[in-house]
């Protein structure tokens, strides 16, 4: 018997002059400067909503040069099918956590955390927190809003609750980074690994800390994923220029947080 699963459609953002004021004002408020100083630049290998293909390709690219991912969870989605593919499941996030990977929260419902008041904020993030801990995942450090977007009421509430905030924007974490709203980097799309290597480069010559995101990983990955051969390009570029592949709650103990 085949079991049906609840299908997620793909996202469409405020495209509104209200919404796009909102970003753009939204990165000069509430701000948690980054105080950085590191010996050797460090990168972060993230995955946003967890896809089975990330869980599983992704994994096995960092597991097999020794290392260890960040895997932004958002249980509402666990199971079902998306643009990205099959969604990963707690079995997955169990598994992952066993491996030495870090489980992170990514809201519970992949909350549009732009328009969302503090409250509904809060309860998706604290029902996100539960089914994390009920999967056996220790209690997540890290936070990524959904879809980059923030606005005040959620940026508030999160401010406090979380060691790094992680948004969408392309940036290094240096000296004076926002921590409670991140900048990234994306493997995404036809020049993801190009506009990858390009940060990579960036952040040696900085010596700073540079947070790569991805969704999917598989040798046809949607518009929001890489390849895997791309994935395992940039860690070996990665470790050959001398940088600490950490996860993002290491990276974070790192810089003092």
């Avoid at 079991?3 to 753009?24: C, I, S």
């Avoid at 570029?237 to 592949?245: K, L, S, Y």
């Amino acid at each position: 018997m085949q079991v049906e699963f609840e299908k997620v459609d793909a996202y469409e953002p405020d495209r509104t002059l209200k919404g796009k004021l909102r970003r753009r004002l939204i990165r000069l408020a509430y701000r948690r400067p980054a105080k950085v100083a590191l010996e050797r630049p460090m990168v972060s290998f993230s995955f946003d909503d967890a896809p089975a293909t990330a869980c599983e390709a992704g994994a096995r690219a960092l597991e097999a040069r020794g290392l260890r991912g960040t895997y932004y969870f958002a249980a509402g989605l666990a199971g079902r099918d998306g643009p990205m593919g099959r969604f990963a499941t707690g079995a997955d996030a169990r598994r992952l956590h066993d491996a030495g990977h870090e489980i992170a929260c990514h809201t519970f419902s992949h909350l549009d955390c732009g328009q969302s008041s503090k409250a509904v904020t809060i309860a998706d993030v604290d029902q996100n927190a539960e089914s994390l801990a009920a999967w056996g995942a220790s209690d997540p450090v890290s936070f990524a809003y959904p879809y980059g977007d923030v606005g005040a009421p959620a940026k508030t509430a999160l401010a406090g609750r979380f060691k790094t905030l992680r948004a969408l924007h392309h940036g290094l974490i240096a000296d004076g980074a926002d921590l409670n709203q991140a900048p990234a980097v994306g493997i995404e799309g036809e020049d993801g690994e190009a506009v990858a290597k390009g940060w990579l480069d960036k952040a040696k010559t900085r010596k700073a800390w540079l947070i790569l995101y991805t969704h999917d990983v598989a040798d046809e990955p949607s518009q929001w994923g890489c390849t895997t051969g791309a994935l395992e390009r940039l860690i070996d570029r990665a470790v050959a220029d001398g940088f600490d592949v950490v996860t993002v709650a290491e990276g974070a103990k790192r810089i003092g947080l």
